[in-house]
Nanobody
Framework: QVQLVESGGGLVQAGGSLRLSCAASGRTFSNCGMGWFRQAPEKEREFVASINWAGINTNYADSMKGRFAISRDNAKNTVYLQMNNLKPEDTAVYYC?????????????????WGQGTQVTVSS
């Protein structure tokens, strides 16, 4: 079992930055591919970014590429999402997720464990 807790969300103006953190506990964190997803009100859950078990390979949704950066520190059992040049359309609850294995794609079903989410609100 893996438990995930997100933090770092908040209210920022357009063009600002935030760094989200996801602290993991339970079975070996370093064995898991990790992903960030988000969900805005009345919209479907959306893939944001992911990273493989070693932190070498990453994957981004097109709308986030160049603005967001995912990273992980396996010694601290933590994955991060650095968000720059935030836009109002980035407003959502952001969720951290862990895959069963080293999957780091964008399929929801491949991620077995989910955090409770952290709210990000970007004002105009």
């Amino acid at each position: 079992q893996v438990q995930l807790v997100e933090s770092g969300g908040g209210l920022v103006q357009a063009g600002g930055s935030l760094r989200l953190s996801c602290a993991a506990s339970g079975r070996t964190f370093s064995n898991c591919g990790m992903g960030w997803f988000r969900q805005a009100p009345e919209k479907e859950r959306e893939f944001v970014a992911s990273i493989n078990w070693a932190g070498i390979n990453t994957n981004y949704a097109d709308s986030m590429k160049g603005r967001f950066a995912i990273s992980r520190d396996n010694a601290k059992n933590t994955v991060y999402l650095q968000m720059n040049n935030l836009k109002p359309e980035d407003t959502a609850v952001y969720y951290c997720a862990a895959a069963r294995g080293n999957y780091y794609g964008q399929r929801f079903a491949a991620y077995d464990y989910w955090g409770q989410g952290t709210q990000v609100t970007v004002s105009s």
